[in-house]
């Protein structure tokens, strides 16, 4: 997948080699920040995507690549950095979105839908979301406020 010029574009891989466009959508909007995840764990692939100013899920089928929630993003100066991973443990991921600043958004799905919530986060963390030791789970490097006179690093795993 490459997104370009508003547009988005599949390709598929065949062992190491990568065939030709099998189809493109036109967004209407520039891409400069995308993850793709399984949100609510239904084996449905969401693609989340930002072009600076909002944050948008679409779903995809053969046909039809589909807005299914957008929202105008909380944070300002917003560069490309988009995590998404299941840190509270309820059998659903969060979006977590940062700027540039050190500032993090969560957003997280709930029984009316999807909802920023930010008070776990304190200004000026950011985080890291990966398997950092190889164990099949996901875990999380939270750090502290650069613009303190020390660092916090805090890993979660």
């Known amino acids: ?11 598929a891989l065949n062992g190491t080699q990568i065939s030709p466009k099998q189809i493109s959508y036109y967004l209407g909007k520039s891409v400069i920040g995308m993850k793709l995840a399984d ?18 899920i679409y779903h995809k089928t053969i046909s039809v690549f589909k807005c299914i929630w957008s929202t105008h993003l909380s944070i300002e ?3 490309k950095y988009i995590y998404a991973a299941d840190l509270n443990n309820d059998g659903v991921k969060e979006i977590y979105v940062f700027d540039s600043t050190g500032t993090t958004s969560k957003y997280v799905i709930g029984e009316n839908g999807m909802y920023i919530k930010n008070d776990n986060i304190d200004y000026g963390q950011r985080y890291q979301i990966a398997d950092f030791n190889s164990d099949g789970n996901l875990d999380c490097i939270v750090i502290g406020d650069e613009d ?3 660092q916090e690093l805090r890993i979660y795993g």
């Open 148 to 150: 303190s006179n020390t």
């Open 39 to 56: 949100l609510d764990n239904d084996g449905v692939t969401e693609y989340i995507f930002t072009d600076g100013q909002d944050l948008y």
């Open 1 to 11: 997948m490459v997104a370009r010029d508003k547009s988005i574009d599949f390709y």
């Open 77 to 79: 100066s917003f560069e």
